[in-house]
């Protein structure tokens, strides 16, 4: 897909699978703290998953599930998908090498 014909989707859309995608992450944390405990331990595992399943989806899927669920994908400004072998990419934020 061009660039031009990418469009963003409307804000309310945006928040809805954002919330679907909070849904699922804290069912995941909440799973995993009651199998290792709510300690520190599920603060960094909790941590890890949370940038798994952000970064990791888009860059193997190009959305996340709640993206996925209402029709969305992450493109670049080629609109190109992001790809496994563009993980960095997909988490923009982290300082990798």
Do not use: C, H, Q
Request: net charge positive.
């Amino acid at each position: 897909m061009p660039a031009s014909d990418a469009t963003p989707a409307d804000i309310p859309v945006r928040l809805a699978a954002r919330a679907v995608d909070v849904a699922v992450v804290g069912a995941l944390a909440v799973a995993l703290g009651r199998v290792i405990g709510f300690g520190f331990d599920w603060l960094l595992v909790g941590a890890a998953l949370i940038w798994l399943y952000f970064a990791g989806l888009t860059a193997a899927l190009g959305a996340t599930l709640g993206k996925l669920a209402f029709g969305l994908r992450v493109v670049d400004e080629n609109g190109r998908s992001p790809s496994p072998e563009r993980f960095r990419w997909a988490s923009p934020r982290l300082p990798l090498p």
